[in-house]
């Protein structure tokens, strides 16, 4: 118990299983025999971040860098870690975007300064996805950080001999597609899937470059549609000579900002254009990155300014989606303390999705709508819901609204007892500022009432737009006041509930399988390959 790089080497293992809590008690130990160890510093920091605590893995980073001036994985991470997962506060939250320009700022001139030979180890290591969790437009400092990105991974490409892309004329446009989720994951069912099912054999020759580790039946499948499927090539290094050997006219990310190998790929140069697109809905920042492919319904007038890519947009939503023709379990609701006369709000966002500045609007909305239960869910790691429950007991603490009869927290569900919570459900939530688009066409599916928040991003907007694209405008808020009214409204009144999920059920055939928005998007590809 007591060796401690038996718990470090054993910490490494629930690193690579999420198993935070676990990752962080083996690592605590590991240093109680050795405080000097840089690295486990580093990797508590990482397993402290997989839990929430952006604070504690500041400290962790930070003791990393005092011990090893040169750890350029821990500088990295100091800087990501400006961002927390679940702030506990509205503060935390709004100086989090200044203080990551500030932090990337010093590492920018620490860089320069000392000019590591292997700068690049750094980027990927860690990456500012929570920055699209706070509703702002971070495109000048994204752009910041990806130039440097681009910098950092140039300067490898250049040593390793990495050609430049050039026209080679090919009878069919050469497309190839680089994600870790080729495979059952919100990702793969809100566009991917039906772009991988649609694109024309006979005019693409298609590739897909699956980085990550899981391989399901939606895999196997994927490769039986397309010319090639690359799967488990080990380091990323070996990805980017794959990637580049194949002379693609057109490389796609389907979002940069979610597996640390895409993030390294997107930052090199290895087809002539490149692109990404919105499974992580908002800016890239890299120069490499050539265009953006978003969908009209989702954007705002202003919209190309959120971007430093140029912004292409594809029909409607933009996607081919498929119904998933789930049949629903059957669920004892009573497990979890709802009764048969309360009102059940689905709030079916990640804990991330749920920013501070609206626990107050919560509150609010299960004041107005007794008796209700406002139903979260617990993903994993439990660590993060855990944090977004103690901030939301504390809200409810100021009032004279019990939390305990108002809110539960309950497992991930299986597809089909999603379904079921779907069926059960009064009204599904929008989670405000970032959006759920496959939870909002699930319950579209489901014929659940829907209540909108339209944001003023992208990433804000996905419940608004399908709602809008079957004609319930009337259910989408423009203010928070006008959402709670909205939900107020819909959840007193049950012949208006029965109306909206009656007009959900007869209009949304026209959100599935729309095959017009990848007939456009064939015909930007060709006019990109040309």
């Not at 549609?225 to 796609?252: E, F, P, T, Y």
């Not at 829907?450 to 991003?457: L, P, R, S, T, W």
Request: aromatic share 10%.
């Amino acid at each position: 118990p007591e060796l401690g790089p038996a718990c470090f080497n054993l910490a490494m293992l629930r690193i690579d299983q999420s198993r935070w809590d676990d990752a962080v008690a083996l690592l605590q130990r590991s240093l109680a025999g050795n405080r000097n160890h840089a690295d486990a510093h580093y990797w508590l920091g990482n397993a402290l971040m997989g839990l929430g605590d952006a604070a504690g893995a500041r400290m962790a980073y930070s003791a990393a860098v005092n011990l090893d001036n040169r750890h350029l994985q821990a500088r990295w991470g100091h800087v990501m870690a400006q961002v927390p997962a679940i702030p506990l506060n509205d503060a935390e939250q709004s100086q989090a975007p200044t203080a990551f320009a500030r932090e990337l700022e010093k590492l920018k001139i620490w860089f320069r300064a000392s000019r590591p030979t292997n700068a690049y180890l750094a980027v990927g290591a860690q990456q500012p996805y929570y920055l699209a969790y706070i509703s702002r437009n971070h495109r000048e400092v994204l752009s910041s950080y990806g130039a440097l990105c681009a910098e950092l991974m140039a300067a490898w490409g250049r040593k390793a001999g990495v050609p430049a892309p050039v026209a080679k004329g090919h009878a069919k446009c050469r497309v190839g597609i680089v994600s870790a989720h080729i495979h059952s994951h919100s990702v793969w069912h809100a566009f991917l899937r039906g772009w991988i099912e649609h694109l024309e054999p006979a005019q693409f020759e298609l590739q897909l470059f699956h980085t990550g580790a899981v391989r399901d039946a939606e895999t196997e499948w994927a490769s039986r549609r397309v010319s090639k499927l690359h799967h488990a090539l080990g380091h990323w290094s070996n990805w980017a000579k794959a990637i580049s050997d194949c002379q693609l006219d057109v490389l796609i990310y389907p979002e940069i900002g979610m597996d640390s190998t895409t993030a390294r790929l997107a930052a090199l140069r290895l087809a002539r254009v490149q692109l990404a697109a919105w499974g992580h809905p908002m800016t890239s920042g890299m120069p490499t990155i050539d265009a953006f492919i978003g969908a009209h319904a989702f954007e705002p007038a202003q919209g190309a300014t959120h971007y430093s890519e140029r912004l292409l947009q594809l029909p409607r939503l933009g996607s081919v989606y498929q119904a998933y023709g789930t049949r629903p379990s059957r669920l004892d609701f009573s497990t979890w303390r709802v009764r048969s006369t309360d009102k059940v709000l689905l709030c079916a966002g990640t804990p991330y999705k749920y920013a501070p500045q609206h626990d107050a609007l919560l509150v609010e909305i299960a004041r107005r709508c007794q008796p209700c239960k406002l139903i979260f869910f617990k993903d994993a790691p439990q660590g993060l819901a855990a944090r977004l429950e103690q901030r939301l007991r504390a809200a409810f603490a100021l009032t004279d609204i019990s939390f305990d009869e108002c809110v539960r927290f309950v497992p991930w569900q299986a597809q089909s007892a999603f379904f079921a919570w779907l069926d059960r459900a009064d009204i599904y939530l929008d989670s405000i500022g970032f959006s759920g688009f496959n939870t909002t066409m699930q319950a579209i599916e489901r014929g659940t009432p829907i209540v909108a928040f339209e944001g003023e991003f992208m990433r804000g907007r996905f419940a608004s737009a399908i709602l809008r694209q079957i004609g319930l405008d009337e259910w989408v808020a423009t203010s928070t006041e006008q959402y709670v009214q909205l939900v107020e409204r819909l959840a007193s009144d049950k012949k208006a509930r029965a109306l909206a999920g009656q007009q959900i059920v007869e209009r949304r055939r026209q959100l599935f399988d729309d095959q017009v928005t990848v007939t456009a998007f064939s015909k930007l590809l060709t006019e990109l390959c040309a």
